[in-house]
């Protein structure tokens, strides 16, 4: 049922399916599936990432998210939301550094813990 759901999403005009993945938030819980959807026009950039897991027998979207060119990853404790920084001066090409939004699952939902610098590129 995910399968053809996710090929649906992933199959629209001007939208790209990418980073499928699955991982557990807790050691004894059942696992999350992960997706992003990125939105194409002239350029692509726009990503969603959305979480499903199964909260009280049912299916359910447990974060949606976006960002521009977004992606995400499992630490092992917390949920890191991975897209471009730009600074007030930076063109749209060129951000000066990488941020991860950090999200932590409470047992039925993801809660905003904080937002990282993971990197500044460097001239």
Do not use: M
């Not at 599936?33 to 969603?48: E, I, K, M, R, S």
């Not at 447990?62 to 060119?69: C, M, N």
Request: charged share 15%.
């Amino acid at each position: 049922r995910f399968t053809n759901q996710l090929v649906r999403i992933g199959n629209r005009g001007g939208e790209v399916l990418g980073n499928v993945s699955s991982f557990f938030p807790t050691p004894d819980g059942p696992a999350h599936l992960g997706y992003t959807v990125t939105h194409c026009g002239a350029n692509c950039g726009q990503t969603d990432i959305v979480i499903l897991a199964v909260v009280g027998g049912a299916i359910s979207v447990v974060l949606r998210t976006s960002g521009d060119r977004a992606s995400y990853e499992w630490d092992g404790a917390n949920l890191r939301v991975i897209a471009p920084f730009y600074g007030r001066l930076d063109a749209r090409c060129c951000p000066s550094a990488t941020k991860a939004d950090v999200y932590r699952w409470s047992g039925s939902a993801y809660g905003y813990v904080n937002t990282l610098l993971l990197a500044t590129f460097k001239p």
